[in-house]
């Protein structure tokens, strides 16, 4: 089983920064480092507008962390960690969809 290194994007490192909460921080943080082994059989599969892209769910069900795993260069890109509030424009993917219509 190889280990897949693990890359936070810039937005993702912000989104992780700003958790005001030091052990739910540092939850999602054992989350993402977790993800070296096995991402694919983790979390599950997006379809849609986000298909390619992969969700775990983290700190009670209530956090997701958005990723898209790299076979070829054995790497688990994570593009962003947040609160899953669906209908609030606060939540993880309302904001991933403002991060595409960039």
Request: glycine letters at 6%; charged letters at 35%; hydrophobic letters at 40%.
């Amino acid at each position: 089983m190889s280990v897949y290194q693990i890359v936070l994007s810039p937005t993702a490192l912000k989104m992780l920064k700003a958790v005001q909460d030091r052990r739910i921080r540092r939850k999602l943080a054992e989350r993402i480092d977790g993800l070296s082994k096995d991402p694919d059989k983790q979390g599950k599969a997006l379809v849609g507008e986000f298909a390619g892209l992969r969700s775990l769910r983290a700190v009670g069900q209530r956090y997701r962390i958005i990723y898209r795993v790299k076979e070829t260069d054995v790497t688990v890109y994570v593009l962003a960690v947040g609160l899953r509030k669906e209908g609030d424009k606060a939540d993880i993917y309302a904001l991933m969809k403002q991060m595409q219509d960039r």
